[in-house]
């Protein structure tokens, strides 16, 4: 049950695009479209904001998109805001019946 | 709404055991699978657990398997974490969530606020 591979961080302008890219194995995001990502503030809950890949929750931002290409997932966000500031993990369902998540991505708005 | 509330964190001295609870109100706990998500201070998520809607199926990470038991009471509306000869790196915040999907294997979508379980002599 090794962790998802994610950078350890992002950096973008306001307005500009950036994408974090996930990569598992055949196990995991190789496996199934169970791929979500998760937003986190500080000192708050994760809140989802992408499932199944690239399918976004009622209320996320249009701003969030999602891919997958073998074992590797993507979450790219468009024009970028202050407010995106946070952290950011993904996760997949895995073959055994478990669940593993990235490690986590900083992303600093400059 | 949905809502999910943990309890029973605090400090444990390790070899020690402890029970997190987590009540389930704004939904029906039992047509979902439910998780126990940890994130230890200031550093990344990790799914420790989950157990089928009706309770009859339970999954572990790792590093709590043999160690680590997920049950839940549907007719309380609640979630329960027994974890037993704790560690200090079983310090974190313990999270429950709810997938999005109701009665199958799904991720988590809805999260309570986490309760911290502190593992220090």
């Known amino acids: 049950q090794s962790a998802l591979t994610q950078p350890a961080s992002v950096s973008g302008s306001p307005g500009q695009s950036i994408t974090i890219s996930c990569t598992g194995t055949s196990s995991d995001i190789g496996a199934y479209n169970y791929v979500s990502w998760y937003q986190q503030h500080p000192g708050k809950a994760p809140k989802l904001i992408l499932y199944?890949?690239?399918d976004r929750p009622s209320g996320v931002s249009s701003r969030f998109s999602g891919s997958k290409s073998g074992k590797t997932a993507s979450l790219t966000i468009s024009g970028l805001q202050a407010e995106d500031e946070a952290d950011y993990y993904c996760?997949?369902?895995?073959?055994?019946?478990?669940?593993?998540f990235g490690g986590g991505t900083k992303l600093t708005v400059l | 709404q949905v809502q999910l509330v943990e309890s029973g964190g605090g400090v444990v001295q390790p070899g020690k055991s402890l029970r997190l609870s987590c009540a389930a109100s704004g939904f029906t706990l039992s047509d979902y699978a439910m998780h126990w998500v940890r994130q230890p201070p200031g550093k990344g998520l990790e799914w420790v657990a989950v157990?089928?809607?009706?309770?009859?199926?339970?999954y572990y990470s790792d590093s709590v398997r043999g160690r680590s038991t997920i049950s839940r009471d549907n007719a309380k509306n609640t979630l329960y974490l027994q974890v037993s000869s704790l560690r200090p790196e079983d310090t974190a915040v313990y999270y429950c969530?709810?997938?999005?999907?109701?009665?199958?294997?799904?991720?988590?979508?809805?999260w309570g606020q986490g309760s911290l379980v502190t593992v220090s002599s």
């Open positions: 157990i089928s809607y009706d309770g009859s199926n339970s």
């Open positions: 969530a709810r997938p999005r999907q109701t009665l199958r294997w799904d991720l988590p979508d809805y």
């Open positions: 199944l890949v690239s």
């Open positions: 996760s997949s369902y895995t073959v055994s019946t478990t669940f593993v």
